[in-house]
């Protein structure tokens, strides 16, 4: 690009709004950059303003800076000054103005005119849109179950604009999903230490145990995580362990890798803390000022985890789970990270636990290069605060830790109550598609007498949308304001704006706005919404934090996109008022699962359908592309790159199946049954049969269905992979199963039968 000077810049953009803001904006990032300039395109002549903003294609949330021409996002690349990505940008990211530009883009209101599913749609105001949902709630007021109001969202968290307009109106039943609906880890990490998640300190690593994560290619923190993975390789010369049931990319990049048997990762936590308590390899003296259990009880306890016993169970021989164990206590700082093949398991919080407590066994707790407590700013919501409607969700109450977290349950919830919710409100989220037993999930959405109305807010007719009443179009990332507030993978805390860094295409709105509105046509939610904009309620939202309001407050947020008040690690945090647990303490022995009957300190427990299926069968695992998730498969990009999905299944089995290389094999269980090509290879555990998870869309636009068009975007003349298909949906074999403790899904708990068609 041609540099032009600030001053010749802003002469040439005459004053109009927009284009200052870009400037302004712009002229932050220059300044960052120690180059106040902006700039002309080389390409098309035109100039090109930058603007900060934040991604949300995952939970990582990096920093971006979205180069813009004549209202249009030409790239999107890294934002240098945020901590966490570090000015780096992975392929979603870049990918993610494909969304905005998407040809099957939903750009206004519609309401179906058949019967639900069929396909009839009629356009409609926002007027209109807003008065029916509007009537709806009023009618569940007037009915006095509030609790008939259902909201679930796939935003990886609760919006928070939303969660007010929730509470205001006082419904239980308001439903988001983790990251990749790791309700286990959540509630895990809860009941441990007070907060819901780690950081592990990567980048100052010596020693890294990694049971199940993909950090090469797609982690809850992607991006920041495996750039400091990485580092920690490369600097630290840190050695990296692997437990896997598959050669993901970060199992091929360790030192070593064990095909691990599934849902066992907890047992060798388990043995490993065994192997160092009795070899007196412990850290005594965290384990005793630091932890609720005492040490000798804590060595009693374990002593039953042999690695003898560990070993016939998980496959992974005894010798080397005493030779890590002594590893990892011994080259410190050392860290654990794990993966949802750990966590959405039936035994996935004992296994968090277990992993959670070799760290503390070891005193890696909140130390450098250790397995770190999440930091981020508390924001304190503007006044009038709405009273909160209730922790426990109506719909979730027969589990033993009823949770906010379940989306993917509460499909399968309103079909166990029964009784009809008379508005099931869907944001960013597709359980359609991405539900387990999505034909079950497919008949409760389209049966009127569970669901009266029901409306999806989304970018695409997902096809959620696709059976939904009323679908509402939403703004993408780049066209909405929200503040993100980790994760802080640099381990200080930080304030991220996402910012529009265009107009909204066609009628698109934010959810924001729609909350905004409904909010303010009811009198019982109208008091707690006086913002007149949802910028303004953003703004009000961080004006309380001192330091940034020293540093230049709003105006440094949309200059500089991000704000860190720390300019280094606090590491043992917990030293100054303790954890944030009843006791203050780690709690190896928590009460509150007690107090429930779940057992209180970490175990091990087998996996029933294992059990129930005697050695038998074969364990079915999905897994992601680095390069895609289902929500970006409109990505003419990404797709093109990833647009099917064999089933990787290791030769040994194979051959007892008398299944050979390339053949049509048909994958079967309980909830279903698809037809795939299989895939020989040696990178994955004889019992187990792996696949992705992020294609086969029947709906989601034509690019997502691998369908040659005709746009205004000519690139869509050139889709070429329908020939070679466009992948299965895997999600149709897969049972929907429910922990009887989180009410989370035990994603990975499947086991099929395969055999060639
Ligand atoms: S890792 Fe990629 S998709 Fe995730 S927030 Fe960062 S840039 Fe976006």
Redesign the pocket.
């Known amino acids: 690009m041609d540099k032009l000077g600030r001053r010749q810049f802003l002469k040439l953009a005459g004053g109009a709004a927009g284009v200052a803001a870009a400037a302004r904006a712009a002229g932050g990032i220059a300044a960052a950059a120690d180059e106040a300039q902006v700039s002309i395109s080389r390409t098309s002549r035109r100039v090109r303003s930058a603007a900060p903003s ?9 920093g ?1 800076i979205c180069f813009v021409e004549d209202d249009r996002v030409v790239k999107i690349e ?1 934002n240098p000054l945020h901590p ?2 570090r000015g780096k ?6 990918a ?1 103005l494909n969304l905005a530009y998407n040809p099957d883009r939903i750009l206004y209101p519609m309401r179906r005119t058949g019967k639900r599913g069929d396909g009839g749609w009629e356009r409609i105001t926002w007027e209109d849109a807003i008065d029916i949902i509007s009537a709806r709630l009023g009618e569940i007021k007037a009915s006095g179950n509030r609790n008939s109001f259902v909201f679930q969202a796939g935003t990886m968290t609760m919006p928070r604009f939303a969660r007010r307009f929730l509470d205001a109106y006082g419904t239980t039943n308001a439903f988001c999903s983790v990251p990749s609906s790791d309700t286990n880890r959540l509630m895990a990490l809860a009941a441990t230490w007070g907060e819901e998640t780690e950081i592990s300190d990567l980048g100052n690593a010596r020693y890294i145990l990694n049971f199940g994560a993909n950090p090469y290619e797609t982690y809850f ?4 995580a495996v750039q400091r993975l990485i580092q920690a390789r490369i600097e630290n010369r840190a050695k990296l362990v692997t437990f896997d049931v598959r050669l993901s990319n970060t199992a091929g990049k360790s030192d070593e890798w064990y095909a691990i048997n599934p849902g066992t990762d907890g047992l060798v936590a388990l043995a490993m803390g065994n192997v160092i308590m009795k070899e007196g390899l412990h850290d005594e003296e965290f384990l005793s000022r630091w932890t609720n259990y005492s040490v000798k009880d804590l060595a009693a306890h374990l002593s039953r985890y042999t690695p003898e016993l560990a070993g016939d169970i998980s496959g992974v021989p005894a010798r080397d789970i005493i030779r890590l164990a002594r590893e990892f206590a011994g080259d410190k700082p050392a860290t654990t990270i794990s993966g949802t093949g750990v966590s959405m398991r039936d035994n996935g919080m004992h296994s968090i636990r277990s992993i959670a407590l070799l760290n503390a066994i070891t005193g890696n707790i909140d130390v450098k290069g250790g397995y770190c407590l999440p930091r981020s700013y508390a924001l304190k919501e503007p006044d009038p605060v709405p009273p909160t409607a209730g922790d426990a969700p109506e719909l979730a109450r027969s589990s033993v830790l009823p949770s906010k977290t379940i989306a993917h349950s509460v499909l399968p919830l309103i079909k166990k109550k029964g009784a009809p919710v008379g508005l099931l409100l869907t944001y960013m989220f597709n359980p359609a598609y991405s539900n387990a037993s999505s034909s079950e999930v497919d008949g409760i959405l389209r049966d009127e007498r569970l669901v009266s109305l029901s409306v999806v807010v989304d970018i695409t007719m997902s096809e959620t949308a696709a059976l939904a009443d009323i679908v509402l179009p939403d703004t993408t990332y780049l066209e909405r304001w929200d503040i993100e507030t980790g994760p802080a993978l640099g381990l200080v805390p930080l304030i991220s704006l996402r910012q529009p860094v265009i107009k909204p295409l066609g009628e698109s709105r934010s959810f924001n706005d729609v909350c905004l509105a409904l909010a303010k046509k009811d009198p019982d939610t109208s008091p707690y919404f006086k913002f007149r904009t949802v910028e303004s309620y953003f703004k009000s939202l961080v004006s309380g934090l001192p330091g940034l309001a020293k540093s230049g407050g709003w105006d440094y947020l949309r200059d500089k996109g991000v704000w860190a008040g720390e300019a280094a690690p606090v590491y043992r945090s917990y030293s100054r008022e303790g954890f944030n647990t009843p006791s203050r303490k780690f709690e190896i022995f928590s009460q509150g699962l007690a107090d429930k009957d779940v057992s209180p300190l970490p175990v091990w427990e087998p996996i029933p359908e294992y059990v129930k299926s005697n050695g038998q069968g074969l364990f079915l695992v999905t897994f992601k592309w680095g390069v895609l ?1 289902s929500s970006l498969a409109p990505s003419k990009w990404l797709s093109e790159i990833v647009h099917d999905n064999p089933l990787w299944m290791n030769p040994e089995t194979a051959k007892e199946l008398g299944i050979h290389k390339g053949d049509l094999v048909k994958v079967s269980s309980p909830a279903g049954a698809i037809e795939t090509r299989v895939r020989l290879t040696q990178g994955i555990h004889p019992r187990v049969v792996a696949m992705s998870g992020q294609v086969g869309h029947w709906g989601m636009g034509r690019v997502a269905r691998a369908e040659k068009f005709n746009s205004q975007d000519p690139d869509t003349r050139l889709v070429w992979w329908k020939e070679h298909g466009h992948g299965k949906h895997a999600n149709t074999v897969m049972v929907h199963s429910a922990s009887p403790v989180t009410g989370a899904p035990g994603w990975h708990d499947n086991v099929v039968k395969v055999a060639r068609v």
């Open positions: 934040t991604c949300q294609l995952c939970q990582a949330r990096c971006i890294g966490g990505n940008l992975c392929a979603k990211g870049q993610g923190y992607h991006l920041p998730t």
